[in-house]
């Protein structure tokens, strides 16, 4: 059950990024495009997680992901709103 609800997080991954690149695409705002790029290294953790199964001894490496993707939403909120 477990790798078919990574499964469902990676596509639903991959579908909000493609819905943001559609809005870069239209506007060229950094903000969508660090978006997309924030799903997709999401879609990748969801993705490691359902093939590999980590044990506990290798999660920090997939909270790294998440950390990254997270960080790169937090820049681009923080770029936009900068004056």
Do not use: H
Request: charge should be positive; include cysteine.
């Amino acid at each position: 059950m477990q790798q078919f609800l990574a499964g469902i997080a990676t596509c639903a991954s991959w579908g909000v990024a493609i819905f943001f690149l559609r809005f870069w695409i239209d506007t060229r705002d950094r903000f969508f495009v660090l978006f997309a790029a924030a799903f997709l290294i999401l879609s990748v953790n969801w993705l490691l997680v359902a093939v590999l199964q980590p044990a506990t001894e290798v999660r920090p490496f997939f909270y790294m992901l998440r950390l990254a993707a997270f960080g790169l939403i937090i820049a681009a909120v923080v770029d936009k709103n900068r004056g």
